[in-house]
């Protein structure tokens, strides 16, 4: 049988009508991706993700049994011609990049969030972003964090390089709102200390990781107490009073839309131009808001609580007994 990706591309080419039967075409419209971003599908360099074949699927009004043909009698090999988890997480940089290069040319661009985890991808901290990689290594069954050590496992370069890319892409853009969970900096902190004891990561690399830190929430508190970052670009924060159940994040810019909302940690599932689910998803949005207290450009005693609180948590990653006094 046909490997997925050709499966998927002939069933998009019997559909089409007859005038446009170019599959180049049809993806770059439906999904706002690039040519090259489609040319790497119909080579087989990426295969399709399971939400973009529902979205086909739907588009063509079939059902992904007959999209993918899984009636027959032979069983369909899915995971056929699958790249390394490796090259899949740098597809998914690649990815991220080219809608922020979209998103920073744009002539009008909003961008709103929810975060419940910190977005390390387009934030700098190498070691933290080794951290995340490794996660995802590790979510996918690449790596053990038993018998394997943080120390031991390299960033391929191609990746790193990505990463400092997505960092000055994310730099870039304006018109951000975040609604923040309190809990944002403890989710990782958490993280380090239960690694650490598991001892994959070292006391050294604990010592990196919280410096890393300090300088991320340096980042923070200027954006909390401007409003903008250092390029100039603008940034409101509310910060919620209750749990936020998962990172998603809300991209509009020149007629065109993107949501994507973590249902794992590890990758996003992605609705493109689904101009019915963007009203529900900013409905959401609104609501967070509600219950939630704005705490950018503010001078009063919350915010200055809450970056207290951050700065304690991460002094005792490495000081446990030790009192900061915070004025």
């Given at each position: 049988?046909?490997?997925?990706?050709?499966?998927?591309?002939?069933?998009?080419?019997?559909?089409?009508?007859?005038?446009?039967?170019?599959?180049?075409?049809?993806?770059?419209?439906?999904?706002?991706?690039s040519?090259?971003?489609?040319?790497?599908?119909?080579?087989?360099?990426?295969?399709?993700?399971?939400?973009?074949?529902?979205?086909?699927?739907?588009?063509?009004?079939?059902?992904?049994?007959?999209?993918?043909?899984?009636?027959?009698?032979?069983?369909?090999?899915?995971?056929?011609?699958?790249?390394?988890?490796?090259?899949?997480?740098?597809?998914?940089?690649?990815?991220?990049?080219?809608?922020?290069?979209?998103?920073?040319?744009?002539?009008?661009m909003?961008?709103?969030?929810?975060?419940?985890?910190?977005?390390?991808?387009?934030l700098?901290?190498?070691?933290?972003?080794?951290?995340?990689?490794?996660?995802?290594?590790?979510?996918?069954?690449k790596?053990?964090?038993?018998?394997?050590?943080f120390?031991?496992?390299?960033?391929?370069?191609?990746?790193?390089?990505?990463?400092?890319?997505?960092?000055?892409?994310?730099?870039?853009?304006?018109?951000?709102?975040?609604?923040?969970?309190?809990?944002?900096?403890?989710?990782?902190?958490?993280?380090?200390?239960?690694?650490?004891?598991?001892?994959?990561?070292?006391?050294?690399?604990?010592?990196?990781?919280?410096?890393?830190?300090?300088?991320?929430?340096?980042?923070?508190?200027?954006?909390?107490?401007?409003?903008?970052?250092?390029?100039?670009?603008?940034?409101?924060?509310?910060?919620?009073?209750?749990?936020?159940?998962?990172?998603?994040?809300?991209?509009?810019?020149?007629?065109?839309s993107?949501?994507?909302?973590?249902?794992?940690?590890?990758?996003?599932?992605?609705?493109?131009?689904?101009?019915?689910?963007?009203d529900?998803?900013?409905?959401?949005?609104?609501?967070?808001?509600?219950?939630?207290?704005?705490?950018?450009?503010?001078?009063?005693?919350?915010?200055?609580?809450?970056?207290?609180?951050?700065?304690?948590?991460?002094?005792?990653?490495?000081?446990?007994?030790?009192?900061?006094?915070?004025?």
């Amino acid at each position: 049988m046909q490997n997925f990706n050709a499966r998927v591309i002939e069933e998009i080419v019997k559909q089409s009508p007859k005038n446009d039967k170019n599959p180049v075409n049809y993806l770059t419209r439906v999904f706002s991706m690039s040519k090259e971003t489609a040319y790497r599908r119909i080579r087989n360099q990426i295969p399709f993700s399971i939400e973009e074949v529902v979205v086909i699927a739907k588009h063509f009004n079939l059902s992904v049994d007959e999209m993918l043909d899984l009636n027959s009698c032979e069983s369909y090999p899915l995971n056929k011609g699958l790249m390394e988890p490796a090259d899949i997480y740098s597809n998914l940089l690649k990815d991220s990049i080219e809608l922020m290069e979209k998103l920073a040319v744009s002539s009008q661009m909003k961008i709103t969030a929810a975060l419940n985890m910190i977005p390390f991808r387009v934030l700098p901290g190498k070691l933290l972003f080794k951290l995340d990689y490794c996660n995802y290594m590790y979510s996918v069954g690449k790596i053990s964090m038993i018998s394997t050590q943080f120390s031991d496992i390299e960033v391929p370069a191609v990746v790193d390089q990505l990463h400092d890319k997505s960092v000055a892409c994310f730099n870039r853009l304006n018109n951000i709102t975040c609604i923040i969970d309190n809990m944002l900096f403890t989710n990782i902190i958490k993280k380090i200390h239960y690694y650490h004891r598991l001892r994959f990561i070292s006391k050294e690399d604990v010592e990196i990781l919280q410096a890393e830190l300090f300088e991320l929430l340096d980042i923070y508190e200027g954006l909390l107490r401007t409003g903008k970052n250092s390029a100039g670009s603008g940034y409101l924060f509310y910060c919620s009073f209750f749990n936020l159940e998962s990172n998603m994040a809300f991209f509009e810019y020149d007629n065109n839309s993107f949501l994507k909302f973590w249902v794992c940690p590890e990758s996003p599932l992605v609705l493109k131009n689904n101009h019915q689910i963007g009203d529900i998803q900013n409905r959401w949005f609104e609501s967070k808001m509600r219950n939630s207290m704005l705490i950018t450009k503010t001078t009063d005693i919350y915010q200055i609580e809450i970056l207290k609180n951050i700065y304690q948590q991460i002094l005792e990653l490495t000081n446990p007994d030790l009192k900061y006094e915070f004025y």
